[in-house]
């Protein structure tokens, strides 16, 4: 198994892409802590996992995500990989997006990577060992309308990314991003993006619905030790819908 007695946290993993992440790496042998705004739901989540533990964290405060890092430290003595999945999709005409939308989306999914992989670095850099997995979307380089601010922000993630790699290298840490498609995750399901996929698909190279398990995969190979000569990288998974 890749992940074999390795400590990762995921972030946003009570639901959807990144509830199928903690599957995918408590079955390839890691320990998951799943952690999410909603509390119950990570609860639930980690209940479905061998080796699970659940933590209620705001990725956009700090002090929630310091004792997030702190209560996984606490059990497990380390963190060898960070999942930054939690993100608001949203679904905002730009006449509709105003200071109050733009502040909350890049705090959350823009500052909220800033913090909580801010939080791992002192621990993995004392390890000389780390893998951070920030998933990032498509929708960057398709340009998808009524997302502005989601793509600024996960625009905003691929770039800290790239630049983060370049300085943490000498660290023993690899950085790289995924960029998952169009999923039939729940969010998704429950908004408006679920009449695109039609669309979406005809663009596609492979044309069916994607899925949260076909992202998962990506994300276990990049936290693994076999991903370690790749770093600052974007991995588009969208079934051929970008092909960049």
Known sequence: MKLQDRVVIVTGGARGIGR????????EGASVAVADIDGAGAEAAAAELERGMAIEADVSDPGSVTAMVKAVLDQHGR???????????PFIPWADVDLEHWRKLIDTNLTGVYLCTRAVWEPMKEAGYGRIV????????????????YVAAKGGVL???RALATEVGPDGITVNAVAPGLTA?????????????????????????????DIAPTVAFLCSE???WVTGQLIAVDGGHTRN
């Open 20 to 27: 199928a992440i903690a599957r995918k790496l408590a079955a």
């Open 79 to 89: 963190v060898d990989a960070l999942v930054n999945d939690a993100a608001i999709v």
């Open 134 to 149: 920030n998933i990032a979307s498509n929708t960057v380089l398709a340009g998808t309308p009524n997302m502005a601010a």
């Open 159 to 161: 770039g800290f990314t």
């Open 185 to 213: 995750s729940e969010g998704v399901l429950e908004s408006p993006h679920k009449e695109a996929f039609e669309f979406v698909q005809s663009l596609q190279a492979i044309p069916r619905r994607g899925e949260p398990d």
């Open 226 to 228: 076999e991903s370690g």
